[in-house]
């Protein structure tokens, strides 16, 4: 029985990604020694879009297909605000049809998405 996910995110500066990631997102998480965190994460859900060409990452001996991480929220205006006073930075906040949407800009340089769904979402399913 398959009882969770595990996700990735590859990152230039893994150290500063975990300490942003724990001390201004609030992310729960587990020290497995060295440093490495592995973090709880909010209920999540998964959809599965069609790509325009390779989408992978090599992981080990395999080739994995990739991923791409958005946070939810329910008010995607008052989240950026908050974070904003964190001193994060977020692009700017657009309406995408299918969700409010703004990206995280880790210490690392990468981003992260968050948006505010406006479609049914899979999070209660249980």
Sequence with gaps: ??????F????????????FI???LGFKNVDIGQGWLIFGLPPSEM?????DGAFTQRHGDQTMLGVVLYLM??????EVTALE???VRCSAIEDAGWGIKTTI???SGGDVGLYQPKHATALDLG
């Design 1 to 6: 029985m398959i009882n969770g996910a595990h």
């Design 8 to 19: 990735l995110l590859y990152s230039t500066d893994a150290d500063a990604d975990r300490a």
């Design 22 to 24: 724990r001390d201004v």
């Design 47 to 51: 959809a599965v879009h069609p790509a």
């Design 73 to 78: 929220c329910d008010d995607v205006t008052a």
């Design 85 to 87: 006073a964190k001193g």
């Design 105 to 107: 800009r880790l210490p």
